[in-house]
């Protein structure tokens, strides 16, 4: 048995995706579809399942920082079907490797932020147990660790 499209509004298209409506309106108006938005007899938009499937790609390949005009490319070379598949390959090598060094610069980033939290972490236990014991906590993070004498420039 034929499975049935069940058609959906841009509200129901933008509670599913977490779009808003004028966001989808503008990738209507971009050409980010891979099919035109159909509209119903009434004249409102009406969408497909395969349409959230397809936007649910543009949301996490612009959640990656993929950027609009890289996009609307994809789209373009979707669009056109078999035959572009090298030049679809070749933008998403490209686009891996932005992540790719994004999670990369993400990690040290996070690398220093664990210490930094470790280092405060124990400041502040130190002082509580200072303040039980009556004796003075470390006054700077220099005092605590030679390894933090570059917080001026960090920080």
């Not at 499209?5 to 971009?30: C, D, M, N, P």
């Not at 210490?115 to 236990?125: I, Q, T």
Request: charged share 25%; hydrophobic share 35%; glycine share 8%.
């Amino acid at each position: 048995m034929a499975e049935i499209t069940k058609s959906l509004s841009i509200g129901q298209v933008a509670e599913r995706t977490g779009l808003s409506v004028h966001a989808l309106r503008f990738y209507e108006r971009e050409g980010l579809f891979v099919s035109p938005v159909r509209r119903g007899p009434s004249g409102r938009r009406v969408y497909s399942q395969d349409d959230v499937d397809w936007l649910t790609v543009c949301i996490i390949l612009r959640a990656s920082g993929m950027p609009m005009h890289a996009l609307s490319r994809y789209a373009d070379l979707v669009r056109e079907g078999a035959g572009n598949e090298e030049e679809r390959l070749a933008l998403m090598r490209e686009h891996q490797a932005h992540v790719t060094a994004q999670i990369g610069r993400l990690t040290e980033s996070l690398d220093l932020i664990r210490f930094k939290v470790g280092v405060y972490e124990d400041l502040v236990d130190q002082g509580a147990a200072a303040h039980q014991c009556h004796t003075p906590p470390p006054s700077t993070d220099e005092e605590r660790t030679p390894l933090l004498r570059h917080d001026a420039v960090v920080e």
